[in-house]
Each structure stands twice: as structure tokens, then as C-alpha cells.
């Protein structure tokens, strides 16, 4: 499925363009003979059209040469083809998007940059730019990569905000092309609402939008548990019914005590299967380090295990050595020693109990050291 640039030519959005010179001059070659009347029934400044396509200083507005081609008769896919810039009118030249990929086609690329902006990113109504949020630098390289995949070379900032997470500013243009295309009313964090065409779009278009909702609002631990938590009860109950119609296995949607944050738990086997075959084909969705953590319970799971005293004892030998230096996260320890995380919580508070160790809080979690 493609978008052509004419199919916002009666949008909201006001689109200007710039093209490649030849085809200015031959449209200043067509019009420059009767530019009054031309100008007329444009309802233009004749020296408006001198500055866009003499002088050539100016973009043009998408309307302008919508109303051109038809006076002409030039191919609008020709005039498509010959766009090197697609900008909104009254903003810089450099939030544009240069040499851009028209028409646009709707791929899961297009699908996950949506996602992204719906779960970490916005497209503030004050008219701003689009902002995404990111706090792993492998994780916007690749979001930027598939944005530029979709739509051109696109004007871009990066910078660390306050809390040291990267925040990342598109052209508002992207944003908009966005909600217009997948028909979004918000992307605000507690109005929002999952576009019908989601449900809609093939199965790659679902998995793309479930794997990057997983990458910016999903965690994953090392028993193997996946969970996906946001604000948004009505946006949440349908990425539940999303990864229901794909046949991955949820256990429904619950809310935190005493909170409006929302969560569901998605099952592991079906979702690693998926995502093993879907990072292949689309290479620019990938959950990188949470990716690793998905293998690495697999790895867990592998191990042998007896359910005699001697082996738990050995298990319990190993995970004191391990912290014997240095303090330690279950999830480190689980990484390291290839215990599921329940497991360890249990000889934990059995070797506190001992006084063989104690725990420290940072942040959310504890970090366990030895008394010896």
C-alpha cells in the first residue's frame, strides 16, 4: 500500500516542496506566456510565480503545483518523482525532509515508527515538533535508520535531557504525516487510542507495532517474564486484543494498586518465536539488549536441575563466591550463574537468614554482598 503526496494536497497539513530545477523551468517555459491569467486562477501574486519557478528562491506550496499540473497537463507522477524536499509552510528550511521516498508506502517500518511515537515519543498539539524518547543509544540509531528508511533524509536533533535519556526532535511534518495516514486522533500518553488501521494491516504490521511497544514501555526478566505497562487503560486493553489476534497468549490487562498504571504479562514462547523470525526480515526492529535477555532465558531453561540436597547446596556455594567481591543484582547473579531469578530469591533469604549475607536498596532494586 502506498501514499502519494497529492493525497494531502486537501489535508490540514500545509505542505510546501521544492523541485528539481529542470522541471521548474519547464513549468516557468509553460506558464511564463499568459502569467497573469495563470496567476488569476491561482489566486496568486504573478510575482509569486516569477520567485518559484525564475528565480527559484522559494519552495512551493503542494497546492500550487496541484493547480499547475492541471492547468498544464504535466503527470503528477512525473511532478512526484521530481520532488527533492517536502517541508510545512512557515517553518526552516532545515526541519525538512530532503530527497524524501514519495509515494510513501505503508511497510511495518512505517507501522513501528508509530508505535514509537505513541509509547515514548509525541507530537504536541502546541504545533511543535515530533519528539521521541530513548534511553538506549543503539535503540535511536535504529529508530532514526527507520525513519529515514520511510520517508528520506529527515532533518533530526539529538540530545540528553535532564534525567541523561536521549530525546530525539523530527520535523513536526513526520508526526503529521503520521496521524493523517493511520487516522490518529491523539498521541497524548492517556487519550490515545490504537488506530483502527492497526487491526486492519496484515500480521507484520501487528508484530511490528507489539515489538516496538515492547522496546519503549516492556521489560523482560530473566524467569522469563515479559511485561508491557502503560497509563493508557484504553490503549493498553487493545495492544492486549492486538496480541491476542496474533496468537501470542496474555493473561489479561490489571491495574497497579493504588495507581492508574496498567500492565499485562505476555507469554515467552510464542513471543521469542516470533521475534526470532521477524528480526530477520525487518532488521531495523530489534529489542537489543532486552533481545539478549530473551536468549539468555533460554539458556537458563537449558540447565540441568535435581532436586537433591547436595546440588542446591553447590548452587548456593557458587552464588556466595560470586558475590564474595563485589555486590550484586539478582538479575546480574541470574545472568551469570544461569539460575532463574526465583530460584535465587529463595536461597537469598535463606542465607540471610544464616547471616552468610545482606542486601543493600539503590534505586528499585537490591543488591546482595557477603558477610565473610
Same mark, same amino acid.
Given at each position: 500500500?502506498?501514499?502519494? $503526496?497529492?493525497?494531502?494536497?486537501?489535508?490540514?497539513?500545509?505542505?510546501?516542496?521544492?523541485?528539481?530545477?529542470?522541471? =521548474?523551468?519547464?513549468?516557468?517555459?509553460?506558464?511564463?506566456?499568459?502569467?497573469?491569467?495563470?496567476?488569476?486562477?491561482?489566486?496568486?501574486?504573478?510575482?509569486?510565480?516569477?520567485?518559484?519557478?525564475?528565480?527559484?528562491?522559494?519552495? $512551493?506550496?503542494? =497546492?500550487?503545483?496541484?493547480?499547475?499540473?492541471?492547468?498544464?497537463?504535466?503527470?503528477?507522477?512525473?511532478?512526484?518523482?521530481? @520532488?527533492?524536499?517536502?517541508?510545512?509552510?512557515?517553518?526552516?528550511?532545515?526541519?525538512?525532509?530532503?530527497?524524501?521516498?514519495?509515494?510513501?508506502?505503508?511497510?511495518?517500518?512505517?507501522?513501528?515508527?508509530?508505535?514509537?511515537?505513541?509509547?515514548?515519543?509525541?507530537?504536541?498539539?502546541?504545533?511543535?515538533?515530533?519528539?521521541?524518547?530513548?534511553?538506549?543509544?543503539?535503540?535511536?540509531?535504529?529508530?532514526?535508520?527507520?525513519?529515514?528508511?520511510?520517508?528520506?533524509?529527515?532533518?533530526? +536533533?539529538?540530545?540528553?535531557?535532564?534525567?541523561?535519556?536521549?530525546?530525539?526532535?523530527?520535523?513536526?511534518?513526520?508526526?503529521?504525516?503520521?496521524?493523517?495516514?493511520? =487516522?490518529?486522533?491523539?498521541?497524548?500518553?492517556?487519550?490515545?487510542?490504537?488506530?483502527?488501521?492497526?487491526?486492519?494491516?496484515?500480521?507484520?504490521?501487528?508484530?511490528?507495532?507489539? @515489538?516496538?511497544?515492547?522496546?519503549?514501555?516492556?521489560?523482560?526478566?530473566?524467569?522469563?517474564?515479559?511485561?508491557?505497562?502503560?497509563?493508557?487503560?484504553?490503549? $493498553?486493553?487493545?495492544?492486549?486484543?492486538?496480541?491476542?489476534?496474533?496468537?501470542?497468549?496474555?493473561?489479561?490487562?490489571?491495574?497497579?494498586?493504588?495507581?492508574?498504571?496498567?500492565?499485562?504479562?505476555?507469554?515467552?514462547?510464542?513471543?521469542?518465536?516470533?521475534?526470532?523470525?521477524?528480526?530477520?526480515?525487518?532488521?531495523?526492529?530489534?529489542?537489543?539488549?532486552?533481545?539478549?535477555?530473551?536468549?539468555?532465558?533460554?539458556? @537458563?531453561?537449558?540447565?540441568?536441575?535435581?532436586?537433591?540436597?547436595?546440588? +542446591?547446596?553447590?548452587?548456593?556455594?557458587?552464588?556466595?563466591?560470586?558475590?564474595?567481591?563485589?555486590?550484586?543484582? @539478582?538479575?546480574?547473579?541470574?545472568?551469570?550463574?544461569?539460575?532463574?531469578?526465583?530460584?535465587?530469591?529463595?536461597?537469598?533469604?535463606?542465607?540471610?537468614?544464616?547471616? =552468610?549475607?545482606?542486601?543493600?536498596?539503590?534505586?528499585?532494586?537490591?543488591?546482595?554482598?557477603?558477610? +565473610?
Amino acid at each position: 500500500m502506498k501514499v502519494s $503526496i497529492w493525497d494531502f494536497v486537501n489535508s490540514d497539513i500545509k505542505i510546501c516542496v521544492d523541485l528539481k530545477k529542470e522541471l =521548474k523551468d519547464e513549468i516557468a517555459t509553460k506558464i511564463l506566456k499568459d502569467v497573469s491569467n495563470v496567476a488569476k486562477k491561482l489566486k496568486i501574486n504573478p510575482a509569486r510565480l516569477y520567485e518559484y519557478f525564475v528565480w527559484q528562491k522559494s519552495v $512551493i506550496p503542494l =497546492k500550487i503545483i496541484y493547480s499547475i499540473a492541471e492547468l498544464t497537463g504535466l503527470s503528477l507522477n512525473k511532478l512526484e518523482k521530481d @520532488i527533492i524536499l517536502i517541508k510545512q509552510q512557515h517553518v526552516p528550511r532545515k526541519n525538512s525532509v530532503k530527497n524524501p521516498k514519495l509515494p510513501l508506502e505503508i511497510n511495518p517500518y512505517f507501522t513501528s515508527i508509530v508505535a514509537n511515537l505513541f509509547f515514548d515519543g509525541s507530537v504536541p498539539k502546541d504545533g511543535k515538533g515530533t519528539y521521541y524518547s530513548q534511553k538506549d543509544k543503539n535503540l535511536m540509531d535504529d529508530f532514526l535508520k527507520r525513519v529515514d528508511f520511510v520517508f528520506g533524509e529527515v532533518a533530526h +536533533s539529538v540530545r540528553k535531557d535532564h534525567r541523561g535519556v536521549l530525546e530525539c526532535r523530527l520535523p513536526r511534518l513526520i508526526g503529521e504525516i503520521c496521524r493523517h495516514v493511520y =487516522k490518529i486522533d491523539s498521541f497524548g500518553t492517556f487519550d490515545a487510542k490504537m488506530p483502527k488501521m492497526i487491526f486492519d494491516l496484515d500480521e507484520d504490521h501487528k508484530k511490528a507495532f507489539i @515489538i516496538s511497544g515492547i522496546i519503549d514501555e516492556g521489560s523482560i526478566s530473566y524467569d522469563g517474564s515479559i511485561i508491557f505497562g502503560i497509563s493508557n487503560e484504553t490503549m $493498553i486493553k487493545d495492544f492486549d486484543n492486538l496480541c491476542t489476534n496474533i496468537g501470542l497468549e496474555t493473561k489479561g490487562v490489571k491495574r497497579k494498586k493504588n495507581s492508574d498504571a496498567y500492565y499485562m504479562y505476555i507469554s515467552f514462547n510464542r513471543f521469542k518465536e516470533i521475534l526470532d523470525d521477524f528480526e530477520k526480515r525487518y532488521p531495523l526492529i530489534s529489542l537489543r539488549h532486552k533481545k539478549k535477555v530473551l536468549d539468555k532465558v533460554l539458556e @537458563i531453561k537449558k540447565q540441568e536441575f535435581f532436586y537433591t540436597k547436595s546440588f +542446591s547446596d553447590g548452587r548456593k556455594n557458587r552464588l556466595l563466591k560470586e558475590i564474595s567481591n563485589d555486590k550484586k543484582t @539478582i538479575n546480574k547473579l541470574s545472568e551469570s550463574l544461569l539460575i532463574p531469578p526465583r530460584t535465587l530469591r529463595r536461597y537469598m533469604y535463606k542465607l540471610m537468614s544464616e547471616g =552468610k549475607i545482606s542486601r543493600t536498596k539503590a534505586g528499585t532494586g537490591y543488591f546482595y554482598y557477603s558477610n +565473610s
